[in-house]
T-cell receptor, first 110, second 113 residues
Framework: GIQVEQSPPDLILQEGANSTLRCNFS?????LQWFHQNPWGQLINLFY???GTKQNGRLSATTVATERYSLLYISSSQTTDSGVYFC????????????FGTGTRLQVTL | NAGVTQTPKFRVLKTGQSMTLLCAQD?????MYWYRQDPGMGLRLIHY???????AKGEVPDGYNVSRLKKQNFLLGLESAAPSQTSVYFC????????????FGPGTRLTVT
């Protein structure tokens, strides 16, 4: 099956700093999603981005499908950005399932 | 719209007991999924359904059964709970296959003692 690697595994930032999270995957994909799991455990959809670039406020994401990676950018980080960020991918060979990476744990401090 | 809801939010079981987790979605989605999340890990697919009356095995199906009698509901059953099934369970739904975004419920935290 598809392998998904996320880096870095842990990240500590001061409020206001910028960061880049990376997701590498081992096969071609038709589905790529970024999620934020908040400290209460809720999974929040950030981006559906199998290719190209999208922006939503302080967050943006880029997927380069031909090179098998995706990047999530967080600008001007806030304490509410803390939590775990997951990348999940799927393709037509995986029969609808998403394969998740192990996540990047982000802590934003004052 | 409530989106995807899960019942219950928390449950403690003793080894050998049985229970059913209920997932409901109001988005008229065809596809529904059950995942489990263990500490320090991403989510892993248990079972999924591509439509009413259908179910299929995911990555970690052993010890679980599922049913999709109504389009809006997807049930996950544990017939004889084991401590290894202590986990957080997430339900998700999507409009269709692969090319559509999956939306997740709030999760059910299950502890088996």
């Amino acid at each position: 099956g598809i392998q998904v690697e996320q880096s870095p595994p842990d990240l500590i930032l001061q409020e206001g700093a910028n960061s880049t999270l990376r997701c590498n995957f081992s096969d071609s994909v038709n589905n790529l999603q970024w999620f934020h799991q908040n400290p209460w455990g809720q999974l929040i959809n950030l981006f559906y981005i199998p290719s190209g670039t999208k922006q939503n406020g302080r967050l943006s994401a880029t997927t380069v499908a031909t090179e098998r990676y995706s990047l999530l950018y967080i600008s001007s980080s806030q304490t509410t950005d803390s939590g775990v960020y997951f990348c999940a991918v799927g393709n037509t060979g995986t029969a609808s399932k998403l394969t998740f990476g192990t996540g990047t744990r982000l802590q934003v401090t004052l | 719209n409530a989106g995807v809801t899960q019942t219950p939010k928390f449950r403690v079981l003793k080894t050998g007991q049985s229970m059913t987790l209920l997932c409901a979605q109001d988005m008229n989605h065809e596809y529904m999924y059950w995942y489990r999340q263990d500490p320090g890990m991403g989510l892993r697919l248990i079972h999924y359904s591509v439509g009413e009356g259908t179910t299929a095995k995911g990555e970690v199906p052993d010890g679980y059964n599922v049913s999709r009698l109504k389009k809006q509901n997807f049930l996950l059953g544990l017939e004889s709970a084991a401590p290894s099934q202590t986990s957080v369970y997430f339900c998700a739904s999507s409009q269709g296959r692969v090319l559509y975004e999956q939306y997740f419920g709030p999760g059910t935290r299950l502890t088996v003692t």
